[in-house]
């Protein structure tokens, strides 16, 4: 039940972020006539309620998944700042309230605060959902080196004819073959299909669909079978819009 309660996180936080956001507006719609303040005061509400739901579901996710604490902290610690400043935003608006400090706060610099907490703990949200990378990736190369996102260039196999035999057959040809095709998408920070290919333990834990290895079978090994599948095949690895390995 915490696992599921966890996965729907992606859903529910959604919902604080709406109202948030149109409590946002609405104050600046109607910031000179100040005749709708109980009703966004009312939407800040709804927003704290979905903004606690968020961060427990949040937090579910985070124990459950096996996300490291370093990977989460900064999200899942805005996140809870964000709910508790939209609870501030509606005590300040339409509750009644005898604490003489929230009667005191400006409501411009709640809304500002607002804002750039929602805008930057959904960032960091997307941040370890797709990967930092996730919106610059469509673009070409050099404008991504540009913007500073420009690819990790990762060294190809190569064998010398008067040393080859000396060769390690996975770190020297197997593994950088991954770093150039398979890693920019399956790593420690970016598991598509909850699959890392990175390393050694990644590879032999397999992913959501299980092992991508079967010892002595590479017919019946995703990790192989999926590169031979024909390019239009939903399954076929990489995507068809990646560089895609040579037959060699």
């Not at 190569?158 to 080859?164: A, G």
């Not at 590879?203 to 299980?210: A, D, F, R, T």
């Not at 031979?228 to 819009?241: A, G, I, Q, S, T």
Request: glycine share 8%.
């Amino acid at each position: 039940i915490k696992q599921l309660i966890g996965r729907l996180h992606p859903l529910v936080v959604h919902l604080p972020i709406g109202f948030i956001i149109a409590g946002l507006l609405l104050q600046w719609y109607d910031r000179k006539n100040n005749e709708w303040t109980k009703i966004i005061g009312l939407i800040f509400q709804w927003g704290f309620i979905f903004a606690a739901i968020a961060c427990i579901s949040g937090y579910l996710l985070y124990t459950t998944e096996g996300y490291s604490f370093e990977t989460v902290k900064f999200h899942l610690w805005l996140g809870i700042v964000t709910a508790l400043f939209t609870l501030l935003m509606y005590l300040r608006l339409a509750a009644p309230s005898k604490i003489d400090f929230i009667k005191r706060l400006p409501v411009v610099l709640l809304s500002f605060t607002l804002l750039f907490l929602i805008s930057f703990t959904g960032h960091l949200g997307g941040n370890i959902t797709h990967g930092s990378d996730y919106l610059v990736e469509p673009l070409p190369n050099n404008i991504k080196t540009v913007l500073g996102f420009g690819p990790k260039v990762y060294e190809m196999p190569t064998l010398h004819e008067e040393n080859w035999e000396e060769a390690v057959l996975y770190t020297d040809l197997v593994q950088p073959i991954l770093n150039n095709r398979c890693v920019s998408c399956h790593n420690s920070k970016k598991e598509k299909g909850e699959l890392q290919l990175e390393e050694e333990n990644g590879i032999l834990k397999g992913g959501e669909n299980g092992l991508v290895i079967e010892a002595n079978d590479p017919e019946n090994s995703a990790l192989y079978a999926r590169l031979v599948l024909p390019l239009d095949h939903e399954d076929h690895m990489p995507p068809k819009d990646k560089d895609q390995p040579s037959k060699e």
